[in-house]
C-alpha cells in the first residue's frame, strides 16, 4: 500500500472521501463504493478506514471488504444482517451492488452506492508527470489518448510502453552489432583483393625499387681457329641465358583448388526451418484448461491485462512468478490477455499474498478473484 503522502487525490476523489466520513458518522447506510480495476478502490477503501479510526466517540466497528463481488452474495447478506454495532464499508466493480440492494431487506440498513470516476485529462496529466517522470513527452501523450484515465491503469501502460521500449532497444543493439560484423568483413575482403589482386607493372617500364631482376654475365668470345668473330659472337649470344623478370604470384595459385560443382550442388538450396526457442507461457488453450479444473472458491490475484501477449510472458519472467494463469478476456473487439497469480483458499489468504507483493508488482494494481468468476467468463466466451 502507497503511504498518504505518495497518494494523488483529485478533488473528485478528496470529496469521495468526505463524502463516506460522512456517511459513516452521520449515517448506518451500507456504503458499496464501485469503480472498474486499477481505479484506486483499494487505496481510497484504506484511506478512509483511517479517517474512520481517527474520529472522537466512535464505538462501532468498520468491516471493510474489497472486492465484495467476488464474495457469495448469500454469505455476504448473512454477515450484514447478524453483524451488531458494525458498519460496513464494500467495494467491487460498477454494477455490482444491485445484487446486494435486491438481497437486502427492510431490517437492515440501506445500502448506498458511490462511484469512482475517472481522471480529467490535466489532473491525468499531472498524476504521470509526478509519478512515471522517465515517461517522454511524446509516449505520455499517447497514453492519454488511448487508456482510460484511471490511475493503476496509466501506471500499468507506462509499465508496458516501458517493457516495448526495452524489447526495440535491445533490438537495435542487436542490428548495430550485427551491422558492425558486417561492415568489418566488407572492410576485410576489400583489403585482402587489393593486395592479392595488385596490377601486372607495364613490361616495358623497369621501377627503381624492384631489384629481383637476374642479371646473367654474357662470356667475351673466345678466338676459335679460323671461325669469322661474328659467327663467335652470335653463337655467344644463343648460348647465353635470357634475362627473365620473375612475374608476380597470380590469384589462383594463392586459392585452394575447388572442386567441380555438379548441376545440383550449384543451385541454391531451400532453407531448412528455422526453429524457434518455445516460448515459456503455454498455450492459451490449456492455460484456460488449467483454470476449468481449479476449485471454484478458492481465490487467485490479477495481475495485469494486455493485448500483447509477450507483455504477459516479460513480466512472469522479470519477477519469476509462479504459479501463474493466463486466459483471454474479449472487450468488444478487442482481446486482451489476463495473468493470474497463485491459488489461495481464501480471500484473505489471497490479501496476505497481495500485500507481500513486491512495490512494483502493487503499482500495476492487481485485485483478487474467485476462480468460479474466472471460470464463468471463460464459459461465457466460450459459448
Request: contains cysteine; charged residues 25%.
Amino acid at each position: 500500500m502507497n503511504k498518504p503522502a505518495d497518494i494523488y487525490l483529485d478533488r473528485s476523489r478528496k470529496t469521495l472521501l468526505d463524502l463516506i466520513a460522512q456517511l459513516l458518522q452521520f449515517s448506518e447506510a451500507v456504503i458499496y463504493l464501485e469503480g472498474p480495476a486499477g481505479s484506486g478502490r483499494t487505496t481510497l477503501l484504506e484511506l478512509a478506514r483511517r479517517n474512520f479510526t481517527q474520529l472522537e466517540d466512535s464505538g462501532d466497528e468498520l468491516q471493510v471488504i474489497d472486492d465484495a463481488d467476488e464474495l457469495n452474495p448469500a454469505e455476504l447478506l448473512h454477515r450484514i444482517e447478524h453483524s451488531s454495532n458494525c458498519r460496513f464499508l464494500l467495494s467491487g466493480l460498477p454494477g455490482s451492488s444491485r445484487l446486494l440492494r435486491e438481497l437486502l431487506s427492510s431490517n437492515t440498513p440501506a445500502l448506498e452506492r458511490l462511484s469512482i470516476a475517472p481522471f480529467t485529462r490535466p489532473d491525468a496529466e499531472y498524476f504521470l508527470v509526478n509519478h512515471c517522470p522517465a515517461v517522454p513527452k511524446r509516449h505520455r501523450q499517447a497514453i492519454l489518448n488511448r487508456e482510460r484515465l484511471y490511475p493503476q491503469q496509466l501506471i500499468q501502460a507506462t509499465y508496458l510502453q516501458e517493457l516495448s521500449q526495452r524489447g526495440f532497444t535491445h533490438r537495435c543493439s542487436r542490428l548495430s552489432a550485427l551491422a558492425a560484423i558486417i561492415i568489418s568483413s566488407l572492410i576485410w575482403v576489400a583489403v585482402t583483393r587489393e593486395l592479392v589482386f595488385q596490377p601486372n607493372h607495364d613490361k616495358g617500364i623497369i621501377d627503381d625499387g624492384i631489384t629481383d631482376i637476374t642479371r646473367t654475365r654474357v662470356p667475351e668470345p673466345q678466338p676459335v681457329g679460323d671461325v669469322q668473330s661474328e659467327d663467335v659472337l652470335a653463337r655467344a649470344i644463343e648460348t647465353a641465358p635470357a634475362i627473365t623478370r620473375p612475374e608476380p604470384p597470380r590469384a589462383e595459385d594463392s586459392s585452394p583448388a575447388l572442386a567441380p560443382m555438379s548441376e545440383t550442388e550449384a543451385a541454391p538450396k531451400p532453407a531448412g526451418p528455422v526453429f524457434s526457442p518455445p516460448k515459456p507461457a503455454p498455450p492459451i488453450a490449456l492455460a484456460e484448461t488449467a483454470l476449468m479444473a481449479r476449485q471454484p472458491n478458492h481465490v487467485t490475484i490479477q495481475l495485469m491485462q494486455a493485448s500483447d501477449p509477450d507483455n504477459i510472458t516479460k513480466l512472469r519472467n522479470r519477477h519469476n512468478l509462479d504459479p501463474t494463469f493466463v486466459y483471454l478476456r474479449q472487450v468488444g473487439q478487442q482481446r486482451l490477455y489476463c495473468l493470474l497469480l497463485g491459488d489461495y483458499p481464501s480471500m484473505e489468504a489471497a490479501a496476505t499474498a497481495l500485500r507481500s507483493l513486491s512495490q512494483e508488482l502493487r503499482d500495476l494494481g492487481p485485485w483478487r478473484r474467485t476462480f468460479a468468476a474466472v471460470q464463468d467468463e471463460i464459459s461465457a466466451r466460450s459459448h
